[in-house]
T-cell receptor
Framework: EDKVVQSPLSLVVHEGDTVTLNCSYE??????LLWYKQEKKAPTFLFML????IEKKSGRLSSILDKKELSSILNITATQTGDSAIYLC??????????FGGGTRLMVKP | DSGVTQTPKHLITATGQRVTLRCSPR?????VYWYQQSLDQGLQFLIH???????AKGNILERFSAQQFPDLHSELNLSSLELGDSALYFC????????????FGPGTRLTVL
């Protein structure tokens, strides 16, 4: 059975801090890993990672995949209150489905 | 706004009833996915349709069924509802399957009383 574990479960930081969120996975026929941000409602897409070791960046957010360690990290630098959300990782297997982790709840205090 | 639309936004119904949730994918997307998100189970994949055909099934109960119509919109039918079916139901769409990013709709919040 596919398994995704995210850590930490919850994180409280102050504005300006840097955070690292972790995602470990065990899936059959791994194809890619996606990161989503979920605020009040629908998850919004952040990154899709398919190759190991290649960092993807979008503003203050970056992410990298390690296929050997079956893991990925999401970094957020100079955090802002608007970064407060649940961050979800989801590996995609060749069966056309995403298996979501339980998420990391990030709270950024002013 | 992802371009995926879902109706209704909220639905309150009683146990034993049947409801239909509707999803319109982004223009050009052929794949539609349904997910259930509850407090204790997190976000769980239910089913995937591509261009009208079922492609993958996840943890979908037998009381639930879905279909994708020729105009590519999809409906999720939930019957014999139980209290535990109360959840947020998301639809996502992508260009095809696999390597293409899934974009999520705003969700339908179902409350079963």
């Amino acid at each position: 059975e596919d398994k995704v574990v995210q850590s930490p479960l919850s994180l409280v930081v102050h504005e300006g801090d840097t955070v690292t969120l972790n995602c470990s996975y065990e899936v059959t026929n791994f194809r890619s890993l996606l990161w989503y941000k979920q605020e009040k409602k629908a998850p919004t897409f952040l990154f899709m990672l398919t190759s190991s070791g290649i960092e993807k960046k979008s503003g203050r957010l970056s992410s990298i995949l390690d296929k050997k360690e079956l893991s990925s990290i999401l970094n957020i630098t100079a955090t802002q209150t608007g970064d407060s959300a649940i961050y979800l990782c989801a590996p995609d297997n060749a069966g056309n489905m995403l298996t979501f982790g339980g998420g990391t709840r990030l709270m950024v205090k002013p | 706004d992802s371009g995926v639309t879902q109706t209704p936004k909220h639905l309150i119904t009683a146990t034993g009833q049947r409801v239909t949730l509707r999803c319109s994918p982004r223009s050009g997307d052929l794949s539609v996915y349904w997910y259930q998100q509850s407090l204790d189970q997190g976000l769980q994949f239910l089913i995937h349709y591509y261009n009208g055909e079922e492609r993958a099934k996840g943890n979908i109960l037998e009381r639930f069924s879905a279909q994708q119509f020729p105009d590519l919109h999809s409906e999720l039918n939930l019957s014999s509802l139980e209290l535990g079916d109360s959840a947020l139901y998301f639809c996502a769409s992508s260009v095809a399957g696999g390597r293409y990013t899934q974009y999520f709709g705003p969700g339908t919040r179902l409350t079963v009383l």
